[in-house]
Nanobody, 122 residues
């Protein structure tokens, strides 16, 4: 059974930090690129950050570049999103995503977590 279990969300003041975690199971972690998306009320889901498995290269949305860092620990089947200097506009539900490096764009190999709420407010 494929599972992506997210944790680390919560309420934080502007300028603060949070670290999101996504624990993966039920598939070959090393064969998937991992990503974090977010969706705010009334807005479309957007890519926040992504990381490959083959070479560890990363990609970030312009709005978070320099503030957020994505990483992964293959031994723990876990991907992280370190979020620093948080702003109110970062408030959203954050989703963990796994995409097969072999079978993309086949949706049968595209997995999503349930999401974790991040609220940045004073």
């Amino acid at each position: 059974q494929v599972q992506l279990v997210e944790s680390g969300g919560g309420l934080v003041q502007p300028g603060g930090s949070l670290r999101l975690s996504c624990a993966a199971s039920g598939f070959t972690f090393s064969g998937y690129a991992m990503a974090w998306y977010r969706q705010a009320p009334g807005k479309e889901r957007e890519l926040v950050a992504a990381i490959t498995s083959t070479d560890g290269s990363t990609k970030y949305a312009v709005s978070v570049k320099g503030r957020f860092t994505i990483s992964r620990e293959h031994a723990k089947n876990t991907v992280y999103l370190q979020m620093n200097t948080l702003r109110p506009e970062d408030t959203a539900v954050y989703y963990c995503n796994a995409v097969s490096l072999t079978y993309w764009p086949n949706p049968d190999y595209d997995y999503w977590g349930q999401g974790t709420q991040v609220t940045v407010s004073s």
